[in-house]
């Protein structure tokens, strides 16, 4: 019996020691906090943050004047938003303003390489990209070699190349991230605006505004393969994380298109509400989020049913949205 019992106290030490050391190998977020959303309020000047598990608001903070798109870093930890009428990018550390970098006119879109450490922003008025070091918040360098009204960006998740709606020539810029070198300039017909890419780096998503369209790239060939008609004046375009859907909010209709990337077809449409803008979906791909800009709110939508379970408050205008984790230290 005392052999037994000494065998028992033995098992619960190792077992115990195991799950401390399981815990001290991950991060925080990736244990118990779950995602946050982070939408800029182009007309408050302001970000709103809210956590996705409750589906409240936890913090609404300043930002520059008109903010549009908004990145954040892999790990959480830093948020940035491109201010157009300051001509600043505003760099956000555990909900406070940390830093605000200077651009060329007008940044509109931004995207953060998939290691954290760089971000690219576009400059729609200067027609211009903005490198920027995310930890020392420097400006690295300034790209001057895209085509006209550079507006969104998006970067592979292999981090190799990132590609640039360009409404001035109704093109897509595909740009080599390690040389900095334009490798393509791809027609797109009527003001391609949104850009998404597909979460295994092979297919690059347009939303057309003037074509009531999505064209689909081919990484591999930098040609467009495909189009496939949504609602009126689609204006983004995001991936599910498992890559099965692609959700595109039509600032026409009042509605998202959801595509099966697969079929290439539509697979239904959500109405949410008057001009939705920035979309995102969680982790999980069970929800999405909707930046409703004309209502002041944020549409909370079930993948499952393709309806709307929720509206969320914001500040005036809701545009640009993100979602990551939550930084380390500030799970709620």
Known sequence: MKFLNLLIHFRKYIVGHIIVLLCMSYPIWAIAAPPWVYVTNNRSNSMTIIDSAKDTVIAMIPVGKEPHEVAITPNGNRVLVCNAQDNTVSVIDSNIEVATIPTERYPHGVAITPNGKKAYVVNFMADSVTVIDVQSTKVLETLHNVHANPRNISITPDGRYAYITTMGTSTVTALDLSSHKIIAQIPVPDMGEGVGISPD????????????????????????????????????????????????????????????????????????????????????????????????????????????????????????????????????
Do not use: C, M
């Open 201 to 332: 780096s092979q297919q690059v998503f347009i939303a057309s505004r003037g074509g009531n369209s999505v064209y689909i790239i081919n990484v591999k060939t930098n040609e467009v393969i495909e189009a496939v008609g949504v609602g009126t004046a689609p204006i983004r375009v995001t991936f599910s994380p498992d890559g099965k859907l692609a959700l595109v909010p039509n600032l026409g209709t009042w509605d998202v298109t959801v595509l099966d990337v697969r079929e290439k077809k539509v697979r239904g449409s959500i109405e949410v509400g008057s001009s939705p803008v920035g979309v995102v979906v969680t982790p999980d791909n069970k929800k999405a989020y909707v930046a409703v800009y004309g209502e002041n709110v944020v549409a909370v939508v079930d993948l499952k049913t393709l309806k709307v379970i929720k509206r969320i408050p914001t500040g005036l205008a809701p545009d640009g949205i993100a979602i990551a984790p939550s930084p380390v230290g500030l799970s709620l």
